[in-house]
C-alpha cells in the first residue's frame, strides 16, 4: 500500500470514526422529559456534540406533564422553516423538571426559570448565551401554538450572535 493510499485510509477511519461517535451522541440525548435521566450528563453529550457540528445547544426544560412542551414539540415538528433552522444551527436537548426531578444541580447555575418550557442557549463549550422564556414566543391567546414570525426571531437572534 502507498504512503498517500495509508494516509487516505487513516483519514476515512477517522471520519468513520467521528460520524460513528456523533451518531451515538445524538442517540443518547433524550427525545422526550425523563426525570431518570442524568441531565448534566445529557447537556455535557449536547455540547460536545454542537463543538463537533459547529453549533450551538438549546436546552429545552419542561415535563411530560406539561401541555405547552407538547405544544411546542407539535410546533416544531409542523413548521419546516423552523425545524430546518433549528436543525441546521443547534443541538436541542431535553431536560426534565417535575417533582420527581428538578434537576437543581443543573438548573440552579442558570436564571432562575418562571415558567415552562423554558430554553436555555449555550455555546459548545457551555457558556449561558441567552435565557428565554416561551410564554414571549406563543401565539395570541386563544390559540394553543406558538407565533411562527416570534420563533423565527429568537432563532434568528441566537444565530446572529455568532
Excluded at 405547552?68 to 413548521?79: A, M, N, P, V, Y
Aim: glycine share 4%.
Amino acid at each position: 500500500m502507498s504512503t498517500l493510499a495509508r494516509k487516505l485510509s487513516h483519514v476515512l477511519g477517522a471520519v468513520l470514526l467521528t460520524v460513528s461517535s456523533l451518531t451515538v451522541f445524538s442517540q443518547e440525548l433524550p427525545v422526550k422529559f425523563d426525570p431518570q435521566r442524568d441531565a448534566t450528563k445529557d447537556v455535557r453529550t449536547a455540547t460536545a456534540l454542537a463543538k463537533a457540528q459547529g453549533k450551538r445547544v438549546i436546552v429545552d426544560v419542561g415535563g411530560e406533564w406539561c401541555k405547552w412542551c407538547h405544544f411546542l414539540d407539535k410546533f416544531i415538528d409542523t413548521t419546516p422553516d423552523v425545524k430546518n433552522a433549528l436543525d441546521k444551527n443547534f443541538v436541542w436537548v431535553k431536560v426534565n423538571w417535575s417533582p420527581d426531578n428538578k434537576n437543581v444541580a443543573l438548573l440552579s447555575q442558570w436564571p432562575k426559570i418562571k415558567g415552562y418550557p423554558h430554553l436555555f442557549v449555550l455555546d459548545a463549550e457551555g457558556k449561558l448565551l441567552h435565557s428565554q422564556n416561551t410564554g414571549d414566543l406563543e401565539a395570541e391567546e386563544g390559540k394553543d401554538t406558538y407565533d411562527k414570525p416570534k420563533v423565527m426571531a429568537f432563532i434568528n437572534q441566537q444565530i446572529a450572535k455568532r
